[in-house]
C-alpha cells in the first residue's frame, strides 16, 4: 500500500460549491503539508501541521482551510471553488529532522467550471 | 523565506547525453538541498539528496553539487535514458523545516 494517498484522485466541480480534499499516511510522521501545482509555477504550499494541534498558513493559503483530523490525517477545504483554483494539488509528508525525506501522495486533479 | 530559482526550464537532451539543472537558493541558513523527480500522473519522489556538509554526492547515473560560498547547487543526469524523461523540481530547506521549491525542469530525452 502506498505511505501517502489521496482522495479524490480527481474531480470537476462547478464554480461556488464547497470541495474537500482528504489525505492519509502511514509513515507516522507528524508533520503534513498540501502543496498546489500549477504548469510552470512549481510547488506552492498552501497550509502546513506540525502536529495536530499546530497549523500554519503557507503562500498561498487565501481560499483555503484545513483540518487535522488525526496524526495520519490532513485534509483541505476549499469553501467556495472557482475557477482558478483549478490546479494539481498534492499532500505530503516528512519527519522531525531537517533532513528528512519527504513523500508526497499521488496527486489530486481539481477542475472547478 | 527562502527563495530559490531553478534553471532551465525546458531541456531536451539526445540519449546517451549528459543533462545539467542548475539552482541557486537565497537563504545562507538553508542546510538540506533534495531533488525531487515528477513522471507523469505521479507525485513528487526524492531521487538524491545533499547536505551542506558535503560538495558532492552521486547515485549511479545521478550526481549532485553544492557550492555555499556560491548559493548554489546542481543535478547531473549522465548517459540518459527515455526514462529520466520527466519534471525534476530542486529545492532547500533553511531553519522553519519547510520546503521551498524550484519552478521545475522538464526534461525530455530523445531517442
Known amino acids: 500500500d502506498a505511505d501517502v494517498t489521496q482522495t479524490p484522485r480527481n474531480r470537476i466541480t462547478k464554480t461556488g460549491k464547497r470541495i474537500m480534499l482528504e489525505c492519509s499516511q502511514t509513515?507516522?510522521?507528524?508533520?503534513m503539508y498540501w502543496y498546489r501545482q500549477d504548469p510552470g509555477l512549481g510547488l506552492q504550499l498552501i497550509y502546513y501541521?506540525?502536529?495536530?494541534?499546530?497549523?500554519n498558513k503557507g503562500e498561498i493559503s487565501d481560499g483555503y482551510s484545513v483540518s487535522r483530523q488525526a496524526q495520519a490525517k490532513f485534509s483541505l477545504s476549499l469553501e467556495s471553488a472557482i475557477p482558478n483554483q483549478t490546479a494539481l494539488y498534492f499532500c505530503?509528508?516528512?519527519?522531525?529532522?531537517?533532513?528528512?525525506?519527504?513523500?508526497f501522495g499521488p496527486g489530486t486533479r481539481l477542475t472547478v467550471l | 523565506g527562502e527563495n530559490v530559482e531553478q534553471h532551465p526550464s525546458t531541456l531536451s537532451v539526445q540519449e546517451g547525453d549528459s543533462a545539467v539543472i542548475k539552482c541557486t537558493y537565497s537563504?545562507?541558513?538553508?542546510?538540506?538541498f533534495p531533488w525531487y523527480k515528477q513522471e507523469l500522473g505521479k507525485g513528487p519522489q526524492l531521487i538524491i539528496d545533499?547536505?551542506?556538509?558535503?560538495g558532492e554526492k552521486k547515485d549511479q547515473r545521478i550526481a549532485v553539487t553544492l557550492n555555499k560560498t556560491a548559493k548554489h547547487f546542481s543535478l547531473h543526469i549522465t548517459e540518459t535514458q527515455p526514462e529520466d524523461s520527466a519534471v525534476y523540481f530542486c529545492?532547500?530547506?533553511?531553519?522553519?523545516?519547510?520546503?521551498?521549491f524550484g519552478a521545475g525542469t522538464t526534461v525530455t530525452v530523445r531517442a
Open positions: 505530503a509528508t516528512r519527519g522531525r529532522g531537517s533532513t528528512d525525506t519527504q513523500y
Open positions: 509513515k507516522g510522521h507528524d508533520r
Open positions: 545533499i547536505r551542506s556538509n558535503v
Open positions: 501541521s506540525f502536529d495536530v494541534k499546530d497549523i
Open positions: 537563504d545562507s541558513a538553508s542546510n538540506y
Open positions: 529545492a532547500a530547506i533553511p531553519n522553519d523545516y519547510k520546503l521551498s
